[in-house]
């Protein structure tokens, strides 16, 4: 793999796992004291530092070169992030079919 790129590891009792190579991945992340609201997003580039996040419900989205490669909507679950890869893991995901949900 390409140091300028990532591959987002998606996984989800529903649906599986889905893994799409691309160059920044963006996902909620929870806020408030019970973690139970949406809190705002977060953008991973290629580099970026180890990191394991939680994941709000909410939408998870990959772009390549400035355009979207891919987006779906998930349940609240974990990242887990490398400086060339996304892993979330989710209790649920759903996407609209093609590539770029």
Known sequence: MDKRTLTLILTAPDSGETKIDCDSVRFTVPDGEEKKNAGGSVGIRPGHTDALMAVAA????????GGPVFSCVVGAGLAMVTPSSVS???EHCET???PSA
């Open 96 to 98: 609209n079919g093609g």
């Open 58 to 65: 909410g939408k998870v989205s990959a772009s390549m070169n």
């Open 88 to 90: 979330i893991l989710t």
